[in-house]
């Protein structure tokens, strides 16, 4: 298909979706975005899991038998009190443990493989909302009042890509560079739209 405007004829790629057309440029970046995205997840479960020694040492992996979520949700100390007391009650928990790492293998690869969007991208916001909240940007308390954690008070790093993730899905950024028109085919996605 081919459009005119402002003087130049644009190809376009459609894109599974009723009336949502991209160009093959911008299905290719989104395509990009989505498996740095993706990576970003399944980087952090691997590091967590061998401790690869950037974010968490050998000693600390899973593997180890480390906690993935006993060190940072246990040194919450920003935000309500009621806040801190939640994150501190789940640190280190066996299923606090399990359903971090799941989910960050599922986001990771869902995102990789450009399956499941629409699950991988409401788990992942939803992954990125509880981080932000255990370091409460919002909260004063390091010395010259900067907020804890970021520089900007509202929009951080776990909201950026959270909504980086719904943006995938909503553009269908699977279908490029990915198995997102396989995995569209089968017959369960095909009665459940949801599991796109």
């Given at each position: 298909?081919?459009?005119?405007?402002?003087?130049?004829?644009?190809?376009?790629?459609?894109?599974?979706?009723?009336?949502?057309?991209?160009?093959?440029?911008?299905?290719?970046?989104?395509?990009?975005?989505?498996?740095?995205?993706?990576?970003?997840?399944?980087?952090?479960?691997?590091?967590?899991?061998?401790?690869?020694?950037?974010?968490?040492?050998?000693?600390?992996?899973?593997?180890?038998?480390?906690?993935?979520?006993?060190?940072?949700?246990?040194?919450?100390?920003?935000?309500?009190?009621?806040?801190?007391?939640?994150?501190?009650?789940?640190?280190?928990?066996?299923?606090?443990?399990?359903?971090?790492?799941?989910?960050?293998?599922?986001?990771?690869?869902?995102?990789?493989?450009?399956i499941g969007?629409?699950l991988a991208?409401?788990?992942?916001?939803?992954?990125?909302?509880?981080?932000?909240?255990?370091?409460?940007?919002?909260?004063?308390?390091?010395?010259?009042?900067?907020?804890?954690?970021?520089?900007?008070?509202?929009?951080?790093?776990?909201?950026?890509?959270?909504?980086?993730?719904?943006?995938?899905?909503?553009?269908?950024?699977?279908?490029?560079?990915?198995?997102?028109?396989?995995?569209?085919?089968?017959?369960?996605?095909?009665?459940n739209r949801?599991?796109?």
């Amino acid at each position: 298909m081919t459009t005119i405007g402002r003087g130049t004829a644009t190809h376009l790629e459609h894109v599974e979706a009723p009336g949502a057309m991209l160009s093959t440029t911008a299905a290719r970046a989104l395509a990009v975005l989505r498996i740095s995205t993706g990576f970003v997840f399944l980087w952090a479960f691997l590091d967590k899991t061998f401790g690869w020694g950037f974010a968490t040492t050998s000693e600390r992996a899973w593997i180890n038998g480390g906690s993935p979520t006993k060190g940072f949700l246990s040194a919450v100390e920003v935000g309500p009190g009621w806040l801190q007391s939640f994150f501190h009650g789940i640190a280190g928990d066996p299923w606090a443990n399990w359903a971090f790492m799941l989910g960050l293998l599922a986001i990771g690869l869902a995102f990789v493989l450009g399956i499941g969007m629409r699950l991988a991208a409401g788990a992942g916001a939803l992954m990125m909302l509880l981080m932000w909240a255990a370091e409460w940007p919002l909260d004063k308390t390091t010395s010259g009042g900067q907020p804890s954690g970021s520089t900007n008070p509202v929009v951080d790093y776990h909201i950026i890509y959270g909504l980086a993730g719904i943006i995938l899905a909503l553009t269908y950024a699977g279908q490029t560079w990915g198995l997102g028109r396989w995995w569209a085919s089968l017959p369960i996605v095909q009665k459940n739209r949801w599991l796109i």
